[in-house]
Structure formats: structure tokens, C-alpha cells
């Protein structure tokens, strides 16, 4: 059965410095889909970033890059210039081929505080 | 452009009675897909529905079910609740494209404590 694992219950950066999130993932498959999700205090899940496990190219969208390493099954997400609102709960998230269906299976989380 | 919406946004119930909460996807979006959240952990997927049918489910008991109408909202069913049931119940919609993991987007939740 496939496993995420986040190592770091809490995180914390200085406000414009840069931080990174780890995780890892277990799985047999090589077709598959990788996602960091925020989920602010509002209780909303926010798609922060999301790669596509035979792109070899790390995705990355604006402050938020990742560190794919499939070998390794590492997926770490860097967040540069942090910024006071990107404090929140931060998940990441492993998505099977298409012929295994649609479920998510959840890390348990980072809590990211971000101090000014 | 609407997002995912979920209602209620909070609600009380004692041991033993039943408890429907409703989706409705984002604009577009025709799967919709419940997650259940506990306190301090990440979500764990209960089923996804897709053309009005269960297509793929969780390690949940029967006491969940679900539905999709035409229009593709949704509707989670928790029957006989325990304590434990006791979470935030996210829904999640996304488009099926008929290959690769589509993104899921999420609502606010269901906020549901079992009294």
C-alpha cells in the first residue's frame, strides 16, 4: 500500500528567508502524481503545487518550488521569501495512475509558522 | 467562477443519529471525492463519485454512504455516529479527463462534533 511520510510536525522561518518541507513516499507504481496542499487556519485546503511523476522537471509556481527525487521518492517543497500568510498547515499528498482512481493519500502534516 | 461549496459549515450531533452533509463541485467539475479529517492529521479519502456512482472507497464502514445527482453535487450520509466520527469532512471536486490524476480542489468543510 502506498505511504506519505512528513518528518517535520512544526516548521518555523524568519519572514523573506527561505524554508524547506520534506516528504517522502513509498509506492511501486511509476506513473503517478505528487501535491503539496496548504490548509490555513481557515480550514480551507489550498493546491499549492502539483508534479507529474514522469516529468522530470521539478514544477514550480512562483515562491514555491519542489525537489522531485523519484529514485529516492522525495518530494520536498521550497518556499523562498516567505511571507506572513504562508503560515499554515501544509500537506503533502500522493495520487495514484488513472486506473487506481482518484484517492488522495495524506502526510500527516507540517505546521509552518512564519515570525516577522 | 464558483469554487467548492459545503454545507453546513458546522454541526452538533448526539451518538446514534445520522447526519447528511452536501457538496456542490466547482464550476465544470463533474467528480466529487469526501476526505474526513481528524484533529491534527492529514485527511483520509471515504469514496469518490463520478456519472452518479461509487467508483472507488476508502477503508470507511457501511455507515457511510454517498450519492451524486445529475448535476453532480453530492451528498456524504453518516448513519448510528460514533465519537469517533467526531472531524472535519472536506469535499474535493475535480474533472475527469479519462486519463491522469486530476487536480482535486477542495471546499471549506463540514465541521461535525458527536456528542
Known amino acids: 500500500a502506498q505511504t506519505v511520510t512528513q518528518s517535520q510536525p512544526e516548521m518555523s522561518v524568519q519572514e523573506a528567508e527561505t524554508v524547506t518541507l520534506s516528504c517522502t513516499y513509498d509506492?511501486?507504481?511509476?506513473?503517478?502524481?505528487l501535491f503539496w496542499y496548504k490548509q490555513p487556519p481557515s480550514r480551507q485546503m489550498i493546491l499549492v503545487i502539483r508534479q507529474e511523476a514522469y516529468k522530470q522537471q521539478n514544477a514550480t509556481e512562483n515562491r514555491f518550488s519542489v525537489n522531485f527525487q523519484k529514485a529516492a521518492k522525495s518530494f520536498s517543497l521550497k518556499i523562498s521569501d516567505s511571507q506572513l500568510g504562508d503560515a499554515a498547515m501544509y500537506f503533502c499528498?500522493?495520487?495514484?495512475?488513472?486506473?487506481?482512481?482518484?484517492?488522495?493519500?495524506f502526510g500527516q502534516g507540517t505546521e509552518l509558522s512564519v515570525k516577522p | 467562477d464558483a469554487g467548492v461549496t459545503q454545507s453546513p459549515t458546522h454541526l452538533i450531533k448526539t451518538r446514534g443519529q445520522q447526519v447528511t452533509l452536501r457538496c456542490s463541485p466547482k464550476s465544470g467539475h463533474d467528480t466529487v471525492s469526501w476526505y474526513q479529517q481528524a484533529l491534527g492529521q492529514g485527511p483520509q479519502f471515504i469514496f469518490q463519485?463520478?456519472?452518479?456512482?461509487?467508483?472507488q472507497r476508502g477503508n470507511f464502514p457501511d455507515r457511510f454512504s454517498g450519492h451524486q445527482f445529475p448535476n453532480y453535487s453530492s451528498e456524504l450520509n453518516v448513519n448510528a455516529l460514533l465519537l469517533g466520527d467526531s472531524a472535519l469532512y472536506l469535499c474535493a471536486s475535480s474533472l475527469e479527463t479519462g486519463w491522469g490524476q486530476e487536480t482535486q480542489y477542495f471546499g471549506p468543510g463540514t465541521r461535525l462534533l458527536v456528542l
Open positions: 499528498a500522493y495520487g495514484g495512475p488513472y486506473n487506481q482512481g482518484g484517492k488522495l493519500i
Open positions: 509506492t511501486s507504481e511509476s506513473d503517478y502524481y
Open positions: 463519485y463520478y456519472e452518479e456512482e461509487e467508483r
